[in-house]
């Protein structure tokens, strides 16, 4: 009793001692928060390369632009991502140890010089259908880094959302490739054999040698004919000690893999994603900037329905309209929806000529356009020949020299812009401009096979089945 009126009188001294109690647990909370497992620090490093961390939300920025729309698994393609970023940090210090580098003229010709183009950017921007660059394309990136109005091309649609940093990372990958190569090529010169070295070698390699020796197998040997001892062994060891030396220490280890594989939850949530995006699709005015900016894949191609890139919704293809979306369907590991754009009867083969003025630049393609149409006119008014025209100024080698004709050309053989006048649009006899990614062709199609085949054109979106972050 007399404790409880000593603590009575003295309460103020309890309520003290209460608020620094619960100061220290508001305090300890911060502090774990920021540290502990459910913090932003111990989630915020993916891994360390030479002493460097690795950022895991840029790791995952750079996973989602590069890999969004890819076939291959997730686990394959974290590895090769991680890989690429040990590789840069070796080059990367490498180089800078002998003071290698690549100056900011060097990238551009590496982006945009069709005679220097990295590897990297020409696969990247290259047309699956016609296996060509799209020039066009880089053309237009180019002018927006230059002119800085690149936020504005976006906001127009003329480039798709995620280009900067897309772009930014390219650059870091063309970059890295160029100091490799750098770096190779430095080795590759400094490493050569004299000619004495030479001679030596060849001399040493024929000159005859004559030798015998006796070979006793051990496995002819019986082994109770030797006995060996533990001092043999200790005996050995001690006599060949180098021989097992290790400047580290080794460990066993044992470990689990466990394959991570999309839940039904994942597979439902891609699936519903996808289906989200068929009405939009549908009723898209610009499919070609509608699937760009979804980053799925538009065949700019006439492809009959039994060729591989149809060949699995063959069937569903011949009872669709024109305008239809179907799907989403499962192909190959991934949910796809696919919208049948055209359909016609297509001749398998036809003959045509042409005129190609090249053109790369916009005042090109402005210039060149005004000299088509002065070709055009003097071959309509019958003041010139398309044959003797073509073979004095046309700038394609491969028909300059035979008036510009091409024979027995199949759908899909030209770019596309070429191929639809040849097989679609354009009229025996008539002449057509065509602009390409070469320049401005003047076009007239010859003659059409009488054979013909039914061929579409399709666009398709895609979404990977993959693990969810969640997962």
Request: proline content about 3%.
């Amino acid at each position: 009793m007399a404790l409880i009126g000593k603590i009575r009188k003295n309460s103020w001294i309890l309520v003290v001692l209460i608020g620094l109690g619960l100061g220290g647990f508001v305090v300890m909370d911060m502090v774990n928060s920021a540290n502990g497992p459910s913090g932003t620090n111990s989630q915020r490093y993916l891994g360390e390369i030479d002493g460097e961390k690795v950022d895991a939300r840029e790791f995952e920025r750079v996973y989602n632009l590069l890999y969004s729309n890819s076939t291959t698994t997730a686990m394959a393609n974290r590895a090769q991502l991680w890989n690429w970023y040990v590789e840069n940090s070796i080059v990367q210090e490498e180089a800078a140890a002998i003071g290698l580098g690549v100056g900011k003229a060097e990238i551009s010709e590496l982006e945009f010089s069709p005679a220097r183009r990295s590897g990297i950017v020409t696969t990247r921007f290259m047309d699956p259908t016609t296996r060509q660059v799209n020039e066009q394309q880089l053309t237009l990136i180019k002018q927006a880094i230059e002119n800085g109005n690149i936020k504005q091309a976006i906001e127009s649609g003329q480039l798709t959302e995620g280009l900067v940093n897309y772009w930014r990372h390219q650059r870091k990958e063309v970059v890295k490739e160029r100091l490799q190569t750098k770096l190779n090529n430095l080795v590759a010169k400094a490493m050569y054999a004299p000619t004495w070295m030479a001679e030596m070698g060849y001399a040493e390699a024929n000159q005859p040698i004559n030798i015998a020796y006796v070979k006793v197998p051990f496995d002819e040997i019986d082994n109770t004919d030797v006995t060996l001892s533990d001092a043999d062994y200790e005996s050995y060891l001690k006599a060949h000690r180098a021989m097992y030396e290790q400047d580290e220490e080794t460990r066993q280890l044992k470990l689990a893999i466990f394959d991570v594989e999309p839940t039904a939850e994942d597979s439902t949530s891609l699936r519903d994603a996808l289906a989200a995006k068929v009405g939009p699709f549908r009723t898209a005015e610009n499919d070609s900037t509608f699937v760009l900016r979804e980053r799925g894949n538009l065949i700019d191609a006439y492809y009959k329905y039994d060729e591989p890139a149809l060949a699995s919704i063959a069937d569903t293809l011949r009872g669709m309209q024109v305008g239809e979306v179907f799907g989403p369907y499962v192909d190959a590991n991934a949910y796809r929806i696919v919208k049948l754009l055209e359909r016609h009867m297509i001749a398998d083969s036809a003959d045509t000529r042409h005129i190609l003025l090249s053109a790369t630049t916009p005042a090109q393609f402005i210039q060149v356009e005004s000299r088509i149409d002065s070709i055009k006119n003097a071959i309509e008014s019958g003041s010139d020949t398309f044959e003797a025209l073509a073979t004095r100024l046309s700038q394609d080698p491969g028909s300059s020299s035979n008036g510009g004709k091409y024979e027995n050309i199949t759908p899909n053989q030209f770019v596309p812009q070429f191929n639809k006048v040849l097989f679609v649009t354009g009229q025996p006899g008539k002449l057509y401009k065509v602009r390409t990614l070469y320049g401005w062709h003047l076009v007239e199609v010859l003659k059409r096979s009488a054979s013909q085949s039914e061929r579409v054109k399709v666009a398709f979106l895609s979404s990977e089945i993959v693990p969810s972050k969640k997962t």
